[in-house]
């Protein structure tokens, strides 16, 4: 053997043993030392290139890997996929799909993994369109046939939510299905609602002797959870023990999570308490199950042992803790626990910071939740929904506007939770525009329907006064609840339509609804501005006799508003008298003003005297006994009652009119003069009385109780807040709409006298909304039964 021959066999050994060394240091995770072996080679081959490659694929340095590739003297099939396995690994979808079709572009036909590895990239990105065309170049280089292909279009397809195709790939897998394949398509069927046909799924694999996985085990839990199948999961169970899986943790906690779920407790904690070492995502199970069956005070027990036993608890722990406080209000405990994220560092988590703003916004501390929602960096649609809706739901609707309005300029989505948040603040503060500028944003965002939205619709409109829009969206829902029901039949009673609201309490009734507490409230409502007294006290029977009902202080008080409206005053006072439930303020302010239209003056002082101590700071009863004082010229007990007024320190709340146009509120007070256009408001209410004088309208003095001649009390009432802003709508509302006008306090008897008489004179539609109702007028009639 000749000198050259020998030094070409000592480098063919040399690069050898370092190709194995490279190889080596590879698979245990050392990848700057097999660079460093790499560079030594001196002769680099096709594997040295190619492992240096995996290695740097693998470990996701990437941008180390792409160079060596570019590098390369020689490229192969195995060289493309080792970088493309690499990019799906990381998820990087664009990079790995253009190498992906690069490669075949240049000539390289990619082997079954690296059709794998691409399809799994589709499968966790739910790159459907990806996917399929994925499938079509495995059809055309022949690899659809391929069972680790197969395998992996069926999981691309589930996860895409195209369960029907990866069940047809299934099924036509002749003998190459094994646990892998049987365990995609039991996930699929799992991960798609289909339950039962994971399930079924299952059985079926058992019964052709394929052995079942660690993976596969958790999705036949998952799909018992969902059907309550405890009876099955328990036999699925005896499996896992017997293959001896119990000691893994994934699978375990799948166990404790089916046993929660389907409230079988014992079972759970037998599972949690057999296991050597505790796991955090076993406990996590087991405190989710507590939570959503109500057992809030054994999820906090079970936090408190993990916390014991210095388990380290997760990101997944802290929100299903954090619900537990907002259900039972337990302050202390809740700012202990917050103490405590901050402290472990879990407070930057989103998905944690989420879960403190919900539970501080349940426990109506909205200063904590908003501390909250500022320190967080990452904010998405939840942190922003969180707050929104706290502020919706704890009596503060003007905040959640300005809120979700900041929401828009940050740029985030609403979700449809959001948006009935906001609805319903609209509602709250009859804000109509608003109201109609978010709707018309979601018709553009494209979302699909949504009941709770359309519920929130119903309700917005109807509060505002629009109950042809609000029945419109009404008929227009494919699927309705109670809440849907009840909200137009609410809607129209509060519009002064009690017949159209007990026509569709009829038609609720057919459909198959059952009525709530509030759908009575809208009934009852209606029948008293109706003057349907019989229809009345059979509703109020129905509501125990048929439905179980117990009548609440809302019905009971619609039922006394009734009795007064009618002037049963005794039978009013009988049915007070024998209440299942303690008279609360409605009830007595029900009372109060049945007796101030009829002038029952020692009921009145028994009404208000009950006021004054359910109520000390309201000035509504002592103001409405002086009145009703005056009526019955008692001026010493009337000028009695607002020196104690006076003496506590009780003060009217002024009454304020608006009228909300072009997304401008215009406020009125009584004998305002601060608005800008005050002269010509001014001329117009002039022009006003003078024209319904001439049809008919006589002041009622009985509205001017200042004490000041009969010329100043005509002209206190003619610029009533009302009044002042009816001549601002027709100045500046168009002919064609309506004039909504909205009220703080209750419409004063003259001033809805004058709005019966502008309605005619002047043609218009008017609607006022005051703190009882609304009022339509139009051609000199009001829908709420002129009750004064």
Not at 223 to 228: D, G, K, P, V
Not at 290 to 310: I, P, Q, T, Y
Not at 416 to 438: D, K, N, P, R
Request: glycine share 8%; with cysteine.
């Amino acid at each position: 053997m000749g000198m050259h021959d020998l030094c070409r066999r000592v480098h063919r050994v040399s690069s050898y043993d370092m190709n194995q060394k490279l190889h080596s240091l590879w698979k245990s995770g050392q990848i700057n030392e097999a660079r460093q072996v790499f560079d030594k080679i001196p002769h680099r081959d096709e594997f040295s290139w190619n492992t240096m490659i995996a290695a740097y694929s693998d470990s996701g340095n990437l941008t180390e890997a792409r160079k060596l590739f570019n590098e390369t003297p020689k490229k192969s099939a195995i060289t493309w996929s080792s970088l493309i396995t690499g990019f799906c690994r990381n998820g990087s979808e664009y990079e790995a799909l253009e190498l992906f079709w690069q490669m075949g572009f240049e000539g390289y036909k990619p082997s079954q993994f690296t059709l794998g590895s691409v399809l799994r990239l589709c499968s966790i990105k739910c790159l459907l369109s990806r996917g399929e065309q994925v499938h079509g170049y495995a059809t055309k280089v022949g690899l659809d046939k391929n069972d680790f292909v197969v395998t992996g279009l069926v999981d691309m397809y589930s996860k895409c939510r195209r369960i029907s195709e990866a069940e047809c790939l299934f099924g036509g897998m002749s003998n190459g299905r094994n646990h892998v394949s049987w365990t995609a398509m039991i996930t699929g069927y799992s991960q798609n609602g289909e339950e039962l046909r994971a399930i079924e799924c299952f059985r079926d694999m058992r019964a052709e002797g394929v052995e079942c996985n660690q993976y596969t085990f958790p999705s036949v839990f998952t799909a018992c959870a969902a059907l309550s199948a405890c009876g099955f999961g328990k036999q699925v169970h005896g499996c896992v023990v017997r293959g001896g899986f119990e000691t893994n943790v994934f699978v375990e906690s799948a166990v404790v999570d089916m046993y929660a779920k389907c409230g079988d407790f014992d079972s759970a904690r037998k599972v949690l308490e057999s296991r050597e070492t505790d796991d955090v995502i076993s406990w996590n199970s087991m405190i989710v199950g507590c939570v959503r069956h109500g057992l809030k005070e054994e999820a906090l027990l079970l936090f408190k042992n993990m916390h014991s036993k210095d388990m380290e608890i997760d990101d997944y722990t802290f929100p299903s803790v954090l619900n537990c406080f907002a259900a039972l209000n337990y302050e202390r405990y809740a700012k202990s626990v917050h103490s405590i994220i901050v402290k472990t560092g879990f407070d930057v988590y989103k998905l944690v910071g989420n879960a403190l703003m919900d539970m501080y916004a349940k426990q109506n501390d909205l200063g904590s939740a908003f501390k909250v929602f500022n320190s967080m960096t990452d904010k998405d649609v939840v942190s922003w929904t969180s707050l929104v809706t706290g502020y919706a739901h704890n009596g503060s609707p003007e905040e959640a506007l300005k809120l979700f309005c900041g929401m828009r300029i940050a740029g985030i989505e609403p979700d449809q939770v959001v948006i009935s948040s906001v609805l319903s603040s609209c509602a709250e503060l009859t804000t109509l525009e608003f109201g109609q500028q978010v709707h018309a944003n979601y018709i553009k965002s494209g979302f699909g329907s949504s009941l709770s939205v359309d519920n929130s619709l119903v309700a917005m409109y109807a509060k505002c006064g629009n109950i042809e829009d609000a029945s419109s969206i009404f008929n227009l829902m494919q699927i309705r609840n109670v809440i849907s029901w009840t909200a137009l039949i609410v809607g129209y009673a509060q519009n002064g339509r009690a017949e159209e609201s007990l026509l569709l309490y009829d038609s609720m009734i057919e459909s198959g609804t059952k009525p709530d507490f509030i759908t009575f409230i809208g009934l009852l409502f209606a029948c008293s501005h109706a003057g349907l007294a019989e229809k009345a006290r059979q509703y109020f029977e129905a509501m125990t006799r048929i439905y179980g009902i117990k009548p609440g202080p809302d019905h009971y008080a619609c039922m006394i508003d009734l009795l007064g409206r009618s002037g049963k005053m005794l039978e009013a006072e009988k049915l007070l008298n024998e209440m299942d439930v303690e008279p609360d303020a409605t009830v007595w302010k029900a009372l109060l003003s049945a007796c101030r239209v009829h002038g029952v003056v020692e009921l009145a002082e028994r009404a208000a005297e009950a006021l004054f101590k359910l109520e000390p700071q309201n000035a509504m009863p002592y103001v409405m006994l002086s009145n009703i004082y005056s009526a019955a010229g008692k001026w010493e007990d009337s000028a009695r009652i607002r020196r104690v007024m006076k003496m506590n320190g009780i003060s009217k709340e002024p009454g304020r009119s608006w009228i909300e146009m072009n997304s401008q509120v215009h406020t009125f007070t009584s004998e305002d003069r601060s608005h800008p256009n005050i002269d010509d408001i001014y001329s117009k209410i002039d022009e006003v009385m003078r024209l319904i004088k001439e049809a008919g309208y006589v002041p009622d003095m009985n509205y001017a109780l200042h004490d000041v001649n009969e010329e100043g009390k005509e002209h206190g009432l003619a610029y009533h807040s009302e009044k002042l802003a009816v001549a601002f709508g027709l100045l500046f509302v168009p002919k064609s709409a309506p004039i909504r006008i909205f009220k703080n306090l209750r419409v004063c008897g003259d001033c809805h006298i004058a709005m019966k008489f502008i309605s005619l004179v002047f043609q218009r539609h008017i609607i006022l909304r005051d703190s009882n109702c609304f009022h339509h007028f139009n051609e000199g009639k009001c829908s709420c039964g002129d009750y004064w």
